[in-house]
């Protein structure tokens, strides 16, 4: 259960249900849509169910902006804020990126109230 599946507006939904208070987002550093290349049959199908997130590579190839998709499903939830880190994860050599380097590690994120 991902971007696709609805698991911001889920967990959006679900924080409202155990408190009405105004919910706040940020996205962390990703793949950004110039770098996350994929097969134009999954960009067609993904711009269906995420509107938003069509890219085209900065190399001119289909792609999928995942973090516009991410912040339009927030903000179409009522997110009050939805703050987003620029940096690409491809791009940034200091950032973990599995495109990049499959060896790499992994991140954490972690929701609290305010």
Known sequence: LGLLGGILPK?????RAIDDAPVRAF????????CYEVPETMRAACAIRLPGSSSITSWGTPALDLVAAGRRQLEEAGCREVRVD???TFED?????????????????IIRPD
């Open 86 to 88: 620029p940096r690409c």
């Open 27 to 34: 996205i962390a550093p990703a793949i950004c849509g110039r």
């Open 93 to 109: 050599e200091h950032l973990h990126s599995y495109r990049r380097n499959r060896a790499c590690g992994r991140n954490a994120a």
């Open 11 to 15: 967990a959006v939904a679900a924080m």
